[in-house]
């Protein structure tokens, strides 16, 4: 059974610096890993999706690796801002043939950025 | 863009009662999952369907079905309602195969009194 970790729970930063939030699962079979962020009360927004056969991806101030072979994924946030504050899930996919391959998440690392 | 689309947005029912959730999914979009997450817990996996047939199944209580329609739509029902089934309720859907992006939409809260 696949199992998601994130590390930290809670992080606390002044703005302006730069981040990097941890991931880890325990089976390698994946299609591939979403990071998404989560404000609170409110829906999954997806910020990242690596597939399994790349190393990262990069969109703006964010970047995510994935080693998938030791299991384990970051999320590097630069020069953070008040509104990067919310809570951060990496979610990894089921290797499944068809379509509809579930995602397990973990339990989120919750940012604040203090301006 | 279009997103996808949930309703209601929040739902109230007292124990026992039976409540209906929807989706629509993105346009052109042929695979929708559905996750529960429970008050400061991360979102679980309940079932999945792609092209109308299950497609994939996690931890739905037998309470509960689903369905895809063939406009792609679907509808989580669950039955005998709990205060423990009290969550938030997030639809999500992909195309296009089986290494798609994942979208959700902006979940149904539901609420067991």
């Known amino acids: 059974k696949q199992e998601v970790t994130q590390i930290p729970a809670a992080l606390s930063v002044p703005e302006g610096e730069n981040l990097v939030l941890n991931c880890s699962f325990t089976d390698s079979a994946i299609y591939n890993l979403q990071w998404f962020r989560q404000d609170p009360g409110k829906g999954l927004t997806s910020l990242l999706l690596i597939q399994s056969s790349q190393r990262e991806q990069t969109s703006g101030r964010l970047n995510a690796s994935l080693d998938k072979s030791s299991g384990r994924s970051t999320l590097y946030i630069a020069a953070s801002q008040p509104g990067d504050s919310a809570t951060y899930l990496c979610?990894?996919?089921?290797?499944?043939?068809?379509?509809?391959?579930?995602?397990?998440f973990g339990e989120g690392t919750q940012l604040t950025v203090n301006p | 863009a279009a997103g996808v689309i949930q309703s209601p947005r929040h739902l109230i029912k007292e124990k026992r009662e039976t409540a209906t959730l929807k989706c629509y999914p993105i346009p052109r979009h042929d695979t929708v999952y559905w996750y529960q997450q429970g008050p400061g817990q991360d979102p679980q996996f309940l079932i999945s369907?792609?092209?109308?047939?299950?497609?994939d199944k996690g931890s739905i209580p037998d309470r509960f079905s689903a369905q895809q329609f063939s406009d792609y739509h679907s509808e989580l029902n669950m039955s005998s309602l709990e205060l423990g089934d009290s969550a938030l309720y997030f639809c999500a859907s992909s195309g296009g195969g089986v290494t798609e992006t994942q979208y959700f939409g902006p979940g149904t809260r539901l609420l067991v009194l």
């Open positions: 369907f792609y092209e109308k047939m299950q497609s």
């Open positions: 979610a990894v996919r089921r290797r499944q043939e068809t379509s509809g391959s579930r995602l397990t």
